[in-house]
């Protein structure tokens, strides 16, 4: 941290402050010269060689130039720390010098050892005293108040007493505009800490003591200082904090803070809500089929592309091709990681078109021959593709095809397929078409040298169009939160686990596997729903509606992890699986693909018709 606060400390300070204590410093110094010398013949001969105090009067000025130059009147002393107090000797040690040599050398005065050293120790004690005062009282409840900024702050109930909880409390009594908040008291399940102060605030109880504290303190909201808290721990400390209405918000982790120096309040992470343990794969297995080789990522710019090459990195590849039809998220993204990858030597290039332009493609892989293909792209709106099937199989079918041929004519190692649970018995188009892709993958997977693999995700949350963006939207407009059923479930996974898994079953494929991670219990969406309003600080049905819209096109009411006559096997990872049943033909696979092929200048309904022959488990709803 003392990097961060050497960078961070020195900062705009108002012109007032620095006049201000620029003008104190002037007179500390006439001041600690005039007592130095006081009582002695030091006095005597101090006055009979300048006549006057003018002489020490230019010494005062000189000190205040020193400080100045040493950043003296630059630093935001209320979070001076230890490093500042040392930079005060040293300013002070400076300018004593420099003051007393133009004493001696210019005014030709000659004052003992001893009053220049009482004169550098007077002027340090004020200096000093004065910068730490700052510090002292700005971080006092009082100073707040007397500036009038704690009574409009919200009065704040701080979870965890440690490191996290003490930065906490100290940035909103600084009035850090990161941290809004009057911590007014704390609970941490420590009991060496209850009935203690933390910078002058009440530790008050235990977490279970969480809504008694908040209604005895009248709390506004909930700060969870605990980092370190495991996900059973936190879903207990918000199952309290639930019972308070308040509005709930949490620290970012420590690495962040001690990166930029700042603190801000981020809203709860809908991730904290799952009801399992977020799945933690060794990526470091990446390194054996990554490291050193050329990998293109389509759908680079995407939720789960996008986070792959995050992920990919540290596996050290010589090259990262990013392509993708969308050219704004693929731009933000190589301008977020082009200096890391840089760094360590890894090209990053970004190529703009679509999996359907075979042209394209092709330029791609014979411009930078990659030998490890993920592939992200893919249309995943179920409404949308319900109501344009062609899209959809032409985009998510022959795409595929387009760059499974291509890893497979071009010599590509591996080959991973960024699947869906929809794909398993699909009732709509979407997963029809992932389900397709999964059988292109397994036919090509039987005859070359290439290994292709399939991976099957549960709903990733913040992905883009995912249901948690729009719950967060609909809920800071005011309401109401819309949702399709009141009883729908999903199995939810984060973007880091689903890029992960993603990686791992790279490294565990051995050719045609369907990998699937275990993710738990499903969720019921309303569920989701209501902890969300409720973390908002608001009532559900009081504050904010929610409103059931009724099953959309081709919407289950539950999502699947295998196929009937599929069964699930674990690999040698744990918590992984791979699903075994039986892979199409090479005959039937071609024939199917023909058979869309000729559909795709044909209606809607005549297209579904098509992909339901080609996909035995899919029910097509057709003539809606």
């Given at each position: 941290m003392s990097k961060l606060r050497q960078k961070g400390i020195r900062s705009k300070v108002s012109f007032a402050q620095a006049v201000g204590l620029a003008s104190f410093d002037f007179i500390a110094t006439f001041v600690s010269y005039v007592v130095a010398a006081w009582g002695t013949t030091e006095w005597t001969l101090t006055v009979s060689h300048i006549g006057s105090f003018a002489a020490i009067g230019v010494l005062a000025l000189i000190t205040v130039c020193v400080y100045a130059a040493c950043g003296m009147y630059s630093c935001l002393w209320r979070y001076a720390s230890i490093f500042e107090c040392l930079r005060i000797a040293l300013a002070s040690i400076a300018a004593a010098v420099v003051a007393d040599v133009v004493f001696a050398v210019l005014l030709q005065a000659q004052l003992s050892l001893r009053t220049y050293v009482?004169?550098?120790?007077?002027?340090?004690?004020?200096?000093?005293?004065?910068?730490?005062?700052?510090?002292?009282?700005?971080?006092?409840?009082?100073?707040?108040?007397?500036?009038?900024?704690?009574?409009?702050?919200?009065?704040?109930?701080?979870?965890?007493?440690?490191?996290a909880g003490s930065l906490a409390v100290k940035r909103m009594q600084s009035g850090d505009p990161d941290m809004p908040g009057y911590p007014v008291a704390v609970v941490d399940d420590a009991r060496a800490k209850q009935g203690m102060r933390l910078h002058g605030v009440k530790i008050a109880g235990t977490c279970e003591d969480i809504p008694h504290v908040a209604e005895a303190c009248a709390a506004q909201q909930i700060v969870l200082a605990i980092p370190s808290a495991t996900r059973e721990q936190r879903q207990h400390i918000f199952e309290q904090c639930i019972q308070t209405g308040l509005k709930v918000y949490t620290l970012p982790p420590l690495q962040d803070i001690s990166k930029t120096g700042r603190v801000p309040l981020h809203d709860v992470d809908i991730a904290d809500l799952l009801s399992r343990e977020e799945v933690e794969l060794d990526v470091s297995l990446a390194s054996g089929y990554v490291e050193g080789r050329t990998v293109l990522v389509t759908g680079g710019g995407g939720s789960i592309g996008s986070e792959l090459v995050r992920q990919l990195l540290p596996a050290h590849p010589a090259r990262v091709v990013l392509f993708d039809i969308y050219e704004n998220t693929v731009y933000e993204l190589y301008h977020e990681l082009a200096a890391k990858a840089k760094a360590q030597g890894t090209e990053l290039l970004c190529e703009i078109g679509s999996i359907t332009h075979l042209p394209a493609l092709e330029r791609v892989f014979d411009l930078y021959q990659p030998q490890v293909v993920?592939?992200?792209?893919?249309?995943?709106?179920?409404?949308?593709?319900?109501?344009?099937?062609?899209?959809?199989v032409e985009?998510?079918?022959?795409?595929?095809?387009?760059?499974?041929?291509?890893?497979?004519?071009?010599?590509?190692?591996?080959?991973?397929?960024?699947?869906?649970?929809?794909?398993?018995?699909?009732?709509?188009?979407?997963?029809?078409?992932?389900?397709?892709?999964?059988?292109?993958?397994?036919?090509?997977?039987?005859?070359?040298?290439?290994?292709?693999?399939a991976v099957r995700f549960g709903n990733v949350l913040g992905s883009h169009g995912s249901v948690i963006p729009l719950f967060k939207r609909q809920i800071?407009?005011?309401?109401?939160?819309?949702?399709?059923?009141?009883?729908?479930?999903?199995?939810?996974?984060?973007?880091?686990?689903?890029?992960?898994?993603?990686?791992?079953?790279?490294?565990?494929?051995?050719?045609?596997?369907?990998?699937?991670?275990?993710?738990?219990?499903?969720?019921?969406?309303?569920?989701?729903?209501?902890?969300?309003?409720?973390?908002?600080?608001?009532?559900?049905?009081?504050?904010i509606e929610i409103v059931e819209t009724g099953l959309r096109p081709g919407e289950k009411m539950y999502e699947e992890l295998r196929m009937d006559g599929?069964?699930?096997?674990?690999?040698?990872?744990?918590?992984?699986?791979?699903?075994?049943?039986?892979?199409?033909?090479?005959?039937?696979?071609?024939?199917?693909?023909?058979?869309?092929?000729?559909?795709?200048?044909?209606?809607?309904?005549?297209?579904?018709?098509?992909?339901?022959?080609?996909?035995?488990?899919?029910?097509?709803?057709v003539g809606k």
């Open positions: 009482l004169a550098w120790a007077i002027l340090l004690i004020l200096s000093a005293g004065v910068r730490l005062s700052i510090r002292a009282l700005s971080g006092s409840q009082a100073w707040r108040f007397s500036n009038g900024r704690g009574a409009l702050q919200p009065r704040t109930l701080v979870i965890g007493a440690g490191e993920f592939h992200a792209a893919a249309h995943k709106h179920v409404p949308l593709m319900e109501a344009d099937p062609r899209e959809a985009n998510n079918v022959f795409g595929t095809l387009n760059v499974v041929r291509l890893a497979d004519q071009r010599n590509c190692e591996r080959f991973v397929l960024i699947s869906t649970d929809k794909a398993v018995n699909p009732t709509n188009v979407m997963g029809a078409t992932k389900r397709m892709c999964e059988m292109i993958v397994q036919n090509y997977a039987k005859r070359s040298n290439c290994v292709y693999a800071a407009a005011g309401g109401p939160v819309t949702l399709t059923h009141r009883d729908i479930t999903r199995y939810f996974m984060t973007i880091p686990e689903a890029s992960r898994l993603v990686i791992t079953a790279g490294a565990l494929a051995k050719g045609g596997e369907i990998f699937v991670l275990d993710m738990g219990e499903p969720v019921k969406i309303y569920d989701l729903a209501i902890n969300l309003i409720r973390l908002s600080g608001l009532e559900p049905g009081r504050d599929e069964r699930v096997e674990p690999t040698a990872d744990g918590r992984i699986n791979v699903t075994v049943g039986r892979a199409p033909g090479v005959d039937e696979v071609r024939g199917n693909l023909d058979m869309l092929r000729d559909s795709l200048g044909s209606s809607n309904d005549d297209i579904k018709r098509a992909l339901a022959a080609a996909v035995p488990t899919y029910a097509a709803e």
